[in-house]
């Protein structure tokens, strides 16, 4: 167990809709990172927050959106879906920016229908 | 923005024998590089990191290596087990930098043959 906490663990919708996916980092992790895995992809990033704040910027769509609150937990709101954006959607936490050991949440299946 | 390349796709070795995964990365001001491992259904674990500081680090069976000037890296796991089996991502980052995120190669995926 990683200590990075992410719900739900599946998740099926249907196209056009709009889903958040939620992640608890470790006890003490101010940053808090989301990527996306797909097949074709692989292991993409997507964004990262550091205690609250945007911090870097990856490869998110528009239509993608994500914020860190007081508490530290994260959500990454997807939007109108469509059938590509189907994948594994992990979190990541680290206690500082990079260049420390970043540690994976169990991750969220997407599944769009 | 970062590029990482990995190689090769798939590797297959008999187990006791040594694996190699190399990895080259575009941008020079990438300065941590950890690897990764991740089986399958599981999330990614990391295995062993190295800094731009350091040229080599051993952790038991498993050694990173890191050419700064060529912009390489490489994974070494010696005497292979079963439990090796697995797929493995290098990836990069600039620590301190503004972009902290990693960006990862397409990963290996390592069968150790019995």
């Known amino acids: 167990d990683s200590g990075v906490t992410q719900t739900p663990k599946h998740l099926i919708t249907a196209t056009g809709q709009r889903v958040t996916l939620r992640c608890s980092p470790r006890s003490g992790d101010l940053s808090v990172y989301w990527y996306q895995q797909s097949l074709d992809q692989g292991l993409q990033f997507l964004i990262q927050y550091y205690n609250g704040e945007e911090r870097a910027k990856g490869n998110i769509l528009e239509r993608f959106s994500a914020q860190q609150f007081p508490d530290l937990h994260s959500e990454l709101n997807l939007s109108s879906l469509e059938l590509g954006d189907s994948a594994l959607y992990f979190c990541?936490?680290?206690?500082?920016?990079?260049?420390?050991?970043?540690?994976f949440g169990q991750g969220t299946r997407l599944t769009v229908v | 923005g970062e590029n990482v390349e990995q190689h090769p796709s798939t590797l297959s070795v008999q187990e006791g024998d040594s694996a190699v995964i190399k990895c080259t990365y575009s941008?020079?001001?990438?300065?941590?590089f950890p690897w990764y491992k991740q089986e399958l259904g599981k999330r990614p674990q990391l295995i062993i990191d190295?800094?731009?500081?350091?040229g080599e680090k051993k952790d038991q069976r498993i050694a990173v290596t890191l050419n700064k000037t060529a912009k390489h890296f490489s994974l070494h796991i010696t005497e292979t087990q079963p439990e090796d089996s697995a797929v493995y991502f290098c990836?990069?980052?600039?620590?301190?930098?503004?972009?902290?995120?990693?960006?990862f190669g397409k990963g290996t995926h390592l069968i150790i043959q019995p």
């Open positions: 990541a936490s680290s206690l500082s920016t990079g260049g420390t050991e970043a540690f």
């Open positions: 990836a990069a980052s600039e620590s301190g930098g503004g972009a902290d995120g990693l960006t």
């Open positions: 941008d020079s001001a990438s300065n941590y």
């Open positions: 190295i800094r731009s500081n350091v």
